[in-house]
T-cell receptor, first 112, second 112 residues
């Protein structure tokens, strides 16, 4: 099992550009999450999904959209990137809401 | 949501036990205490969790006080590779998803 993988690992964008971050898990997990981590801070939840075709807002959802068309994939989109979105993005998943969350390696995004 | 308070940093000599404290004085009766760690900006890694009894696994021990207002993570014989940021988290269940609210954690430095 590869666990939770994230694509890409690094990306640099200009203000106003768009991009999509891909999270994939091969553990048949129902629940998936997107977090962001700014320097010196803990992780903050952006959006999450409780199953294929469903998404919900987390703590800091503004400026992001998500989709869960397939159970194994959870996409995070930035329609018009802003410098404030410079951060490290982590994806996580678990089978049940009470289970341990397994995290991916992260995507380091810089918006100039 | 119950908040947690941790010291910002701690040092520990290699091979000695590291005791990381956490205060969660507003914890509810059905909330668990979770510990994760993050090594060098990698994705967070689950360590251990508990409700009210002490817990032990291959990585660590968790001691929760009888009133559940504080806990201590114990890393026995800490090797250098245990240098990381350790997060104490009280699990919040929102809807059917389990959100993890990360604080700033304790930066543990294991030294020679």
């Amino acid at each position: 099992n590869a666990g939770v993988t994230q694509t890409p690992k690094f990306r640099v964008l200009k203000t106003g550009q768009s991009m999509t971050l891909l999270c994939a898990q091969d553990m048949n997990h129902e629940y998936m999450y997107w977090y962001r981590q700014d320097p010196g801070m803990g992780l903050r939840l952006i959006h999450y999904s409780v199953g294929e075709g469903t998404t919900a807002k987390g703590e800091v959802p503004d400026g992001y959209n998500v989709s869960r068309l397939k159970k194994q994939n959870f996409l995070l989109g930035l329609e018009s990137a802003a410098p404030s979105q410079t951060s490290v993005y982590f994806c996580a998943s678990n089978l049940l809401p009470t289970d341990t969350q397994y995290f991916g390696p992260g995507t380091r995004l810089t918006v100039l | 949501d119950a908040k947690t308070t941790q010291p910002p940093s701690m040092d520990c000599a290699e091979g000695r036990a590291a005791n990381l404290p956490c205060n969660h004085s507003t914890i509810s009766g059905n909330e668990y205490v979770y510990w994760y760690r993050q090594i060098h900006s990698q994705g967070p890694q689950y360590i251990i969790h508990g409700l009210k009894n002490n817990e032990t696994n291959e990585m660590a021990s968790l001691i929760i006080t009888e009133d559940r207002k504080s806990s201590t993570l114990i890393l026995p014989h800490a090797p250098l590779r245990d240098t990381a940021v350790y997060y104490c988290i009280v699990r919040v269940v929102a809807g059917t998803a389990s959100k993890l609210t990360f604080g700033t954690g304790t930066r543990l430095q294991v030294t020679l």
